[in-house]
């Protein structure tokens, strides 16, 4: 079974606080990793992307991959309301045309 | 990002009736194109992932002579759902990729389905 685990939440951190977010993956064989924001209604955007072992910084969010644990985080510092939202970690599982699969996502909300 | 556009943005039909979802990428040729639903507060079912000139590989439990992928060139996909019924109505996007497995996917802006 090819799965993506995410804690539910909700996350609730106050505004300025960082926020970390955690998934994990069952196909050892998955070489990329993917962090998707979700507001409510709208269709999930990529806020980021990660495909080696360690730390990958772009602005406020630093995503942070373990492959040996199948492990990946994402990290968004000084936390906004308007981060308020779901975070979807998405894998695409290798073989066949290498699906995408989402997590169930965590809802993060941040309170002022 | 690219950009992937998805018509329409909403929808509401009769029963029994079908309707037709376009997904295309607007500024890169997307390989692979994904259809999934998503249930409120539920996250994303994968329902079928198409690549441009094959058949719609489609996910357990999800009916193909139902959902009908076709995915003719490299930037248009569609999805249409036919004779539509209320359990049907949902919220449907589309992503899709232009290289290859380990690439980003880039979503459509979703269409909401309403079947009454």
């Known amino acids: 079974q090819k799965e993506v685990e995410q804690n539910s939440g909700p996350l609730s951190v106050p505004e300025g606080a960082i926020a970390s977010l955690n998934c994990t993956y069952s196909?050892?064989?998955?070489?990329?990793f993917f962090w998707y924001r979700q507001y409510s209604g709208k269709s999930p955007e990529l806020i980021m992307s990660?495909?080696?072992?360690g730390d990958k910084e772009d602005g406020r969010f630093t995503a942070q991959l373990n492959k040996a644990s199948q492990y990946v985080s994402l990290l968004i510092r000084d936390s906004q309301p308007s981060d308020s939202a779901t975070y979807l970690c998405?894998?695409?599982?290798?073989?066949?045309?290498?699906?995408?699969?989402f997590g169930a996502g965590t809802r993060l909300a941040v309170h002022p | 990002g690219a950009v992937v556009s998805q018509h329409p943005s909403w929808v509401i039909c009769k029963s029994g009736t079908s309707v037709k979802i376009e997904c295309r990428s607007l500024?890169?040729?997307?390989?692979?194109m994904f259809w999934y639903r998503q249930f409120p507060k539920k996250s994303l079912m994968l329902m079928a992932t198409?690549?441009?000139?094959?058949?719609?590989?489609?996910e357990q439990g999800v009916e193909k002579d139902k959902f009908l992928i076709n995915h003719a060139s490299l930037t248009l996909s569609t999805l249409t759902v036919t004779s539509a019924h209320p359990e049907d109505s949902s919220f449907y996007i589309c992503?899709?990729?232009?290289?290859?497995?380990?690439?980003?996917?880039?979503f459509g802006q979703g269409t909401r389905l309403t079947v009454v």
């Open positions: 992503s899709a990729r232009s290289g290859g497995g380990n690439t980003e996917a880039f």
């Open positions: 196909d050892r064989g998955s070489q990329s």
């Open positions: 990660i495909y080696s072992n």
């Open positions: 998405a894998v695409p599982f290798s073989g066949g045309y290498n699906k995408l699969i």
């Open positions: 500024d890169f040729q997307a390989t692979t």
């Open positions: 198409s690549n441009e000139g094959s058949k719609a590989t489609y």
